[in-house]
């Protein structure tokens, strides 16, 4: 019998950790509960922005994933769990033995496009210092990224 799961594990996003993700009622969220605390109980943690950053720019595989985030290879397997319990993503195998998946946006993932194209312009303006050499630099918005990769 545990033979039979182990085959089923997948070393890729299958981890210790898993922090799930699934819409609470606001009742239950601590201090003053809206849509925004909702939110970002279900996406706020760093790298699953970055997650789904990677994914609306093209990136759809696992290694791919990581080296854009710069995150903890744990940290995203976690992640992509919980993103795809969540519904924000969506895995698909593209290989057997050992089984490896490709992720995609769900439609709840692409709806987070005009998020990340707020959160890139108000980083621009105002989490960038302005003597960085790179913040003249032309950052294409992920709605224009995610159209272009998607042709």
């Given at each position: 019998m545990f033979v039979a799961q182990m085959s089923q594990f997948d070393f890729q996003t299958d981890c210790g950790q898993t922090d799930a993700m699934t819409p609470a009622p606001l009742a239950e969220l601590p201090g003053r509960p809206c849509p925004i605390a909702a939110a970002l109980e279900l996406v706020g943690e760093r790298w699953a922005l970055l997650v789904v950053?990677?994914?609306?720019?093209?990136?759809?595989?696992?290694?791919?994933?990581v080296a854009g985030t710069g995150a903890p290879r744990d940290r995203i397997a976690a992640r992509l769990k919980a993103l795809e319990s969540a519904g924000?993503?969506?895995r698909t195998p593209y290989r057997e033995g050992p089984v490896r998946y490709e992720y995609r946006l769900t439609e709840s993932g692409d709806a987070l496009?005009?998020?990340?194209?707020?959160?890139?312009?108000w980083g621009k303006r105002h989490a960038v210092a302005t003597d960085d050499p790179d913040r003249q630099r032309r950052y294409r918005p992920m709605s224009e990224a995610k159209a272009k990769g998607s042709r």
């Open positions: 950053r990677e994914l609306a720019l093209g990136a759809s595989r696992f290694t791919d994933i924000v993503i969506a496009v005009p998020v990340l194209d707020a959160l890139l312009d």
